[in-house]
């Protein structure tokens, strides 16, 4: 089907992953699939499913629920992906700064004897 003399066609172009990720942010290549990571922590995998791939986002923490998706090719997996977190990348810089806060707090916490007091 030709399209009509006055439709618009739209190219669509995808940009390397590497160069739009923010700071901190990166794909790695491993044996099962892609992991998005932030520093150390994956925040979202591609994975192969039956003849396809599922893309997982895993964070959890304020208005982000971990959720899947199936996809049809890993350059939309990771497009997608990309997009998702360069929209929320402050927010997921933050959760994964309090989460490692949060495991090092109980290290800095000092343990206190009660005393008891003699009236």
Request: glycine fraction near 6%.
């Amino acid at each position: 089907m030709q399209p009509s003399a006055g439709a618009a066609t739209l190219d669509i172009v995808m940009k390397n992953a590497q160069q739009t990720l923010p700071e901190r942010f990166a794909w790695h290549r491993t044996p099962a699939g892609y992991d998005l990571r932030l520093d150390d922590v994956t925040i979202a995998e591609v994975r192969p499913l039956n003849t396809g791939l599922v893309l997982r986002m895993l964070v959890r923490g304020g208005d982000i629920a971990p959720f899947e998706m199936v996809v049809r090719c890993e350059e939309r997996a990771i497009g997608w992906a990309t997009q998702w977190t360069r929209q929320r990348a402050g927010m997921l810089c933050r959760h994964v700064d309090r989460q490692r806060m949060d495991v090092a707090l109980p290290s800095l916490v000092v343990e206190t004897t009660a005393l008891a007091v003699a009236v």
